[in-house]
């Protein structure tokens, strides 16, 4: 390509960005999020008129809650990207290179779960605290993490099973 300078290859768009790039993205989507569940849980206890936390209804909080990071999520990955994803120039498509439908990504956000289920299902008999169980899922965390080294574009697994990818990509324009 004319683009590109002698002697320095052009990043191969099939490799996933570095694992402490798409890491430093997902940390700061966490942060995100927490507004999002500041916003959603206050909407929730409004509405639903809620007195306290152990209210009998915190289970259908947290389906609420589940469900409204599924409407986020798919919204803003069939659009391309987070707000997250914009600052740490990520973006996700399917397999093709292709922009996510809105089934797709549901399908992402359902094998993203990956990230907790499986360290909180293996705590939940115990009776551990919450330093102990935070412990168990932020190890698991590294570890799913450090298991995308095994991918053969270097992506994460939930992605793989998903038929999507991230890859390198400036924040798309309006």
């Known amino acids: 390509m004319a683009d590109e300078l002698p002697g320095i290859a052009a990043p191969d768009p099939l490799i996933a960005p570095s694992l402490p790039r798409r890491m430093a993205c997902w940390l700061y989507e966490g942060m995100l999020l927490f507004a999002v569940v500041f916003v959603a849980g206050w909407l929730f206890s409004t509405l639903g008129q ?9 289970p259908l909080l947290q389906a609420f ?4 990071f599924a409407v986020y999520f798919a ?3 069939s659009k391309g990207q987070t707000l997250a994803m914009k600052t740490w120039n990520i973006r996700v498509v399917d397999r093709a290179g292709r922009p996510l439908s809105q089934g797709r990504a549901l399908l992402r956000y359902a094998f993203s779960w990956l990230w907790f289920l499986p360290p ?18 932020l190890g698991w965390v590294a570890v799913w993490a450090v298991l995308s080294r095994f991918h053969p574009q270097r992506q994460f697994w939930h992605d793989a099973l998903a038929g999507t990818r991230l890859i ?7």
Request: aromatic share 10%; no cysteine; glycine share 4%.
């Open 50 to 58: 809620m007195r306290d936390s152990m209210d009998a209804r915190r």
């Open 120 to 137: 909180l299902a293996a705590v939940a008999p115990f009776k551990l605290g919450g330093a102990q169980i935070a412990v168990v899922v």
């Open 75 to 77: 919204w803003f990955w």
């Open 65 to 68: 809650l589940v469900i409204v």
């Open 168 to 174: 390198p990509s400036a924040p798309l324009s309006r």
